[in-house]
C-alpha cells in the first residue's frame, strides 16, 4: 500500500475519457489558478442545520471492502461463507464486528455503521460512479443518445462553497477516483490532488513550495517576489490557454496561496508531534489521513483519501492479516479519536466506504468477488448519533434486509449534513437541467 492500486478493471480508456483530464487526473495549481479566475472569490461557506459548516473527509476503498471482514461478520454461517475470523465484542453491548478491525471496535461507540446499502451494479466503473455521485451510471439507449455523468460528491462541495482563504475546496490524495470529477460542472471544481507519500522525509506539496531564492529571505521587495514567482511554470504555462484572464489575476492568487501561513503549515506534516504520526501508522495511508486532519482543520471543505487494493478476488484473508489491514484499522481509529479529541469531530463529517462489499461465499482462491446486494459504510461525525448500527443483512449476509437504503438516500444524506438542498437541479454548460439526489430520502437513523 505504498501508492496507488488498481482493481481487476484498472482504468479503461472509457472511464477515462468519460472523466475528462481534469476528472481523471485532479488539477495541478496551474489549473486551479485559471479556472478559479472565472469563478467569484467571495463564494459563501454554506452550513448546517446547526448553524456550523461541516467539511468531510471521505476514506475511499477502492475496489470494494467486504463486510464480513470488517463490520458485518457471520459467526453462525457456515465456513464457506463466514471466513477465517472471528467475531468480537465492541466498545459497544451488543455490537460486533470482525476481529480484523480490534481498533475500530474498540471504538465503536464514537461512530454509526450503515449495514444495509445496497445497489444492483456489481462493477467497478458502475459501482464507483453511483456511490460516488448518489446517482446510478446512464446506459445509453441508442446510437447517439445524450449522456450525462453527474459530478462528485467533492466536485458538487466545491461548486457550492468556491475557494476559502486561498485554500481549494476539495482535494485528493494521492489520485482521484474514476468518478471524482466534476464532469459538467467544469474544471474550476475538479480536486486538487496531492500525489507523492507524507510519509517520505522532506515531503513537499507540488506547485506549493516557495521558490528557493523566497524560501531563504532573499527576495526583499514585491518586485523580486514576483520575479520568483513569474519563474514557476504554474503561472506561464497557461496564460496562452485563456487570454481573457489578466496575469495579475494569477500573480495575486499565487502569491495569497504561497505564502500563506495557513496553507504551508497544513501541508508542512513534519510539524506533528512524532507521537501523533505514530499514532495513525508511519506508512502512506496513515499520514495521508493525518494530512487531511490537518486540511479540514484549516477550513478545507472536502478531502478524498484514496486508498486502492480492495478487490479482493484473491487471498482475501492474507490482506486482512496483513499490513493492508492493520493500516486500515490503525489509521482510520486514530483519525476518528483524533478528531474527536481536538474537538473537531462535531463538524467533520467521515465516510469509510467502497463501490460495494463481497460475496457471500469464498472462492476457490481464497478471495471474495463483487457483490453490491450489501456492503457496510461508516460513518461519524457532523452530528451523527454514535455507538448504533444502522439496518441489517440477513443472516447470511447476501442481501440488505432491514431499513435498506440506496446510494440515492446516502447522497441525500450527506448533503444535507453539509448544507447543501441535495433535492436541488443543477445546470449543464447547454442548460440542460440535472437533480442533484433523484427521489433520495434521508437516513433519519443518523439525524436522531
Same mark, same amino acid.
Given at each position: 500500500? +505504498?501508492?496507488?492500486?488498481?482493481?481487476?478493471?484498472?482504468?479503461?480508456?472509457?472511464?477515462?475519457?468519460?472523466?475528462?483530464?481534469?476528472?481523471?487526473?485532479?488539477?495541478?495549481? @496551474?489549473?486551479?489558478?485559471?479556472?478559479?479566475?472565472?469563478?467569484?472569490?467571495?463564494?459563501?461557506?454554506?452550513?448546517? %442545520?446547526?448553524?456550523?459548516?461541516?467539511?468531510?473527509?471521505?476514506?475511499?476503498?477502492?475496489?470494494?471492502?467486504?463486510?464480513?471482514?470488517?463490520?458485518?461478520?457471520?459467526?453462525?454461517?457456515? %465456513?464457506?461463507?463466514? =471466513?477465517?475470523?472471528?467475531?468480537? @465484542?465492541?466498545?459497544?453491548?451488543?455490537?460486533?464486528?470482525?476481529?480484523?478491525?480490534?481498533?475500530?471496535?474498540?471504538?465503536?461507540?464514537?461512530?454509526?455503521?450503515?449495514?444495509?446499502?445496497?445497489?444492483?451494479?456489481?462493477?467497478?466503473? =458502475?459501482?464507483?460512479?453511483?456511490?460516488?455521485?448518489?446517482?446510478?451510471?446512464?446506459?445509453?439507449?441508442?446510437?447517439?443518445?445524450?449522456?450525462?455523468?453527474?459530478?462528485?460528491?467533492?466536485?458538487?462541495?466545491?461548486?457550492?462553497?468556491?475557494?476559502?482563504?486561498?485554500?481549494?475546496?476539495?482535494?485528493?490524495?494521492?489520485?482521484?477516483?474514476?468518478?471524482?470529477?466534476?464532469?459538467?460542472?467544469?474544471?474550476?471544481?475538479?480536486?486538487?490532488?496531492?500525489?507523492?507519500?507524507? +510519509?517520505?522525509?522532506?515531503?513537499?506539496?507540488?506547485?506549493?513550495?516557495?521558490?528557493? =531564492?523566497?524560501?531563504?529571505?532573499?527576495?526583499?521587495?514585491?518586485?523580486?517576489?514576483?520575479?520568483?514567482?513569474?519563474?514557476?511554470?504554474?503561472?506561464?504555462?497557461?496564460?496562452?490557454?485563456?487570454?481573457?484572464?489578466?496575469?495579475?489575476?494569477?500573480?495575486?492568487?499565487?502569491?495569497?496561496?504561497?505564502? %500563506?501561513?495557513?496553507?504551508?503549515?497544513?501541508?508542512?506534516? %513534519?510539524?506533528?508531534?512524532?507521537?501523533?504520526?505514530?499514532?495513525?501508522?508511519?506508512?502512506?495511508?496513515?499520514?495521508?489521513?493525518?494530512?487531511?486532519?490537518?486540511?479540514?482543520?484549516?477550513?478545507?471543505?472536502?478531502?478524498?483519501?484514496?486508498?486502492?487494493?480492495?478487490?479482493?478476488?484473491?487471498?482475501?484473508?492474507?490482506?486482512? #492479516?496483513?499490513?493492508? =489491514?492493520?493500516?486500515?484499522?490503525?489509521?482510520?481509529?486514530?483519525?476518528?479519536?483524533?478528531?474527536?479529541?481536538?474537538?473537531?469531530?462535531?463538524?467533520?463529517?467521515?465516510?469509510?466506504?467502497?463501490?460495494?462489499?463481497?460475496?457471500?461465499?469464498?472462492?476457490?482462491?481464497?478471495?471474495?468477488?463483487?457483490?453490491?446486494? @450489501?456492503?457496510?459504510?461508516?460513518?461519524?461525525?457532523?452530528?451523527?448519533?454514535?455507538?448504533?448500527?444502522?439496518?441489517?443483512?440477513?443472516?447470511?449476509?447476501?442481501?440488505?434486509?432491514? +431499513?435498506?437504503?440506496?446510494?440515492?438516500?446516502?447522497?441525500?444524506?450527506?448533503?444535507? #449534513?453539509?448544507?447543501?438542498?441535495?433535492?436541488?437541479?443543477?445546470?449543464?454548460?447547454?442548460?440542460?437541467?440535472?437533480?442533484?439526489?433523484?427521489?433520495?430520502?434521508?437516513?433519519?437513523?443518523?439525524?436522531?
Amino acid at each position: 500500500m +505504498n501508492g496507488p492500486r488498481f482493481n481487476c478493471a484498472g482504468m479503461p480508456r472509457r472511464d477515462f475519457l468519460q472523466l475528462g483530464i481534469g476528472g481523471a487526473l485532479g488539477l495541478g495549481f @496551474a489549473d486551479l489558478l485559471r479556472l478559479k479566475a472565472h469563478a467569484s472569490s467571495s463564494t459563501p461557506r454554506m452550513a448546517s %442545520s446547526s448553524g456550523k459548516a461541516v467539511n468531510c473527509i471521505m476514506i475511499w476503498l477502492d475496489g470494494g471492502p467486504s463486510h464480513y471482514e470488517t463490520f458485518d461478520p457471520k459467526p453462525d454461517a457456515p %465456513s464457506e461463507i463466514r =471466513g477465517e475470523f472471528k467475531s468480537i @465484542a465492541t466498545s459497544v453491548p451488543g455490537i460486533h464486528f470482525s476481529e480484523a478491525v480490534p481498533e475500530l471496535a474498540k471504538i465503536a461507540n464514537k461512530f454509526s455503521v450503515v449495514r444495509s446499502i445496497c445497489h444492483k451494479d456489481p462493477n467497478h466503473g =458502475g459501482g464507483n460512479h453511483y456511490m460516488m455521485t448518489g446517482a446510478p451510471t446512464p446506459t445509453p439507449v441508442a446510437c447517439g443518445a445524450f449522456v450525462t455523468f453527474h459530478p462528485s460528491f467533492g466536485s458538487v462541495v466545491s461548486h457550492h462553497r468556491g475557494v476559502l482563504d486561498g485554500m481549494p475546496a476539495y482535494m485528493s490524495m494521492p489520485q482521484v477516483s474514476r468518478s471524482g470529477g466534476p464532469n459538467f460542472l467544469g474544471g474550476r471544481n475538479s480536486p486538487f490532488v496531492i500525489n507523492g507519500s507524507p +510519509n517520505e522525509k522532506g515531503f513537499q506539496v507540488r506547485d506549493v513550495v516557495l521558490p528557493q =531564492g523566497i524560501s531563504e529571505g532573499r527576495a526583499a521587495s514585491r518586485r523580486q517576489l514576483r520575479s520568483a514567482l513569474d519563474s514557476m511554470e504554474r503561472y506561464a504555462d497557461k496564460l496562452a490557454e485563456d487570454p481573457a484572464v489578466a496575469f495579475d489575476q494569477y500573480y495575486q492568487q499565487g502569491v495569497d496561496l504561497v505564502l %500563506s501561513p495557513k496553507a504551508q503549515a497544513a501541508f508542512d506534516i %513534519s510539524r506533528e508531534p512524532e507521537k501523533a504520526r505514530e499514532a495513525y501508522g508511519k506508512n502512506d495511508f496513515g499520514q495521508r489521513l493525518l494530512l487531511a486532519r490537518r486540511l479540514i482543520e484549516v477550513g478545507v471543505s472536502w478531502v478524498t483519501v484514496y486508498n486502492g487494493g480492495w478487490d479482493h478476488h484473491t487471498k482475501i484473508f492474507t490482506a486482512f #492479516k496483513g499490513d493492508q =489491514g492493520k493500516r486500515l484499522d490503525q489509521g482510520v481509529a486514530a483519525l476518528i479519536r483524533d478528531l474527536d479529541e481536538r474537538g473537531l469531530l462535531d463538524n467533520t463529517l467521515v465516510m469509510l466506504l467502497g463501490e460495494f462489499g463481497r460475496t457471500p461465499k469464498v472462492n476457490k482462491d481464497a478471495g471474495r468477488d463483487h457483490w453490491p446486494h @450489501a456492503m457496510s459504510v461508516l460513518m461519524a461525525g457532523a452530528g451523527i448519533p454514535r455507538g448504533q448500527v444502522i439496518g441489517a443483512t440477513d443472516a447470511k449476509g447476501y442481501h440488505a434486509a432491514e +431499513n435498506v437504503y440506496r446510494p440515492e438516500d446516502f447522497a441525500a444524506s450527506l448533503y444535507t #449534513k453539509m448544507g447543501i438542498d441535495h433535492a436541488q437541479v443543477l445546470h449543464t454548460n447547454t442548460g440542460r437541467p440535472v437533480q442533484l439526489v433523484n427521489n433520495g430520502r434521508l437516513i433519519q437513523e443518523l439525524f436522531v
